[in-house]
């Protein structure tokens, strides 16, 4: 009876001890259920439309930040390339007129060396004495008309280049061509009129290379 009892209380033992395992093998797997719970609901929580919304949000903003600050650089841009165009076709406008005046004018200087020349040219023709022309004297004679083609010669060489003479005896007097010299009364002339011309004036083109010197009338 005694063995029996023995028995007996080493199977409840044994029971006992199957049941806490049990229990205890529930309770774990609980919790691991429990767990596994949470973090589907946090990952839930944390996948949400609102949270997308705030980060699709926060994207468009940084999009929206760098198309305005491109656009803005873009802008600039545009503004130095239009302007360095606008200076390149200014400087070759500039460029194109000085190539082309240089061509006009590059004898400016060279026209102003043969204009004593020519004035010497017009003092000789001047001072010959026309009475001693005669075919008695040969010699004057042909002087002369040789200083007269030479100077013909001359006037044809200085227009064929642009360059003429400016005698403005009875005209109106010009302070941009003209250079007076004195003024004096003169009967039947208007005040301002050129009436003696002392020295003849030159032009190349539209350019006076030297002012006449001229006397006017008040």
């Known amino acids: 009876m005694a063995l029996i009892g023995v028995r007996s209380a080493l199977r409840f033992g044994q029971s006992i001890n199957e049941s806490f395992l049990f229990n205890s093998r529930s ?9 596994t719970a949470e973090e589907t609901k946090k990952s839930e929580t944390d996948t949400s439309p609102s949270a997308n919304d705030d980060k699709s949000n926060v994207e468009i903003e940084k999009l929206n930040k760098q198309i305005v600050e491109l656009t803005e650089k873009n802008s600039e841009l545009l503004d130095k390339y239009k302007r360095s165009l606008a200076d390149g076709e200014n400087l070759r406008q500039r460029l194109t007129k000085q190539i082309g005046e240089a061509k006009i004018y ?3 200087g060279f026209c102003k060396d043969l204009l004593d020349v020519a004035d010497v040219l017009g003092k000789a023709t001047e001072t010959v004495p026309k009475d001693e022309i005669k075919d008695s004297n040969p010699h004057l004679k042909g002087l002369y008309e040789g200083l007269i083609m030479t100077e013909a010669q001359l006037k044809s060489v200085f227009k064929r280049h642009g360059l003429e003479q400016v005698n403005p005896l009875n005209e109106k007097f ?10 004096q009364e003169v009967e039947g002339k208007a005040a301002g ?3 003696v011309v002392s020295k003849i004036g030159y032009k190349l083109h539209d350019r006076v290379l030297r002012p006449a010197l ?3 009338s008040k």
Not at 174 to 183: G, K, R, S, W
């Open 27 to 35: 309770l774990m797997i609980s919790k691991i259920k429990f767990n």
């Open 106 to 108: 590059g004898i400016q």
């Open 174 to 183: 010009d302070p941009n061509f003209h250079e007076a010299l004195f003024q």
């Open 193 to 195: 009129t050129v009436v």
């Open 214 to 216: 001229v006397g006017v």
